[in-house]
Nanobody, 114 residues
Framework: QVQLVESGGGLVQPGGSLRLSCVAS????????MSWYRQAPGKEREFVAR????????SYADSVKGRFTIFRDNAKNTVYLQMNNLKPEDTATYYC???????WGQGTQVTVSS
């Protein structure tokens, strides 16, 4: 059974950091590019970051560039999103996605608030 399970979300103060994890099962994560998306209440889901299957290429939304880092450990079937200098506008549910097969996780909530 194909699954993507996100974790690592929570409540953090502005300026703080979180690391999200996305563990894949039921398929070989190393075969696919992976991405993170987020959706805030009342807003459309938006792209956050993308990484190639090998990890050699990444891209980011302008709103998170320089603050977020996507990376992967194919041996652990896991992709990560390191989020630094978090802002209240980063508050959202964060989802990982295996791009080509279009597999999605259930999401993990990130709340940035003082």
């Amino acid at each position: 059974q194909v699954q993507l399970v996100e974790s690592g979300g929570g409540l953090v103060q502005p300026g703080g950091s979180l690391r999200l994890s996305c563990v894949a099962s039921g398929f070989t994560l190393s075969n696919y590019g992976m991405s993170w998306y987020r959706q805030a209440p009342g807003k459309e889901r938006e792209f956050v970051a993308r990484i190639s299957s090998s990890g050699g290429s990444t891209s980011y939304a302008d709103s998170v560039k320089g603050r977020f880092t996507i990376f992967r450990d194919n041996a652990k079937n896991t992709v990560y999103l390191q989020m630094n200098n978090l802002k209240p506008e980063d508050t959202a549910t964060y989802y990982c996605r295996a791009i080509t097969p279009n597999y999605w996780g259930q999401g993990t909530q990130v709340t940035v608030s003082s």
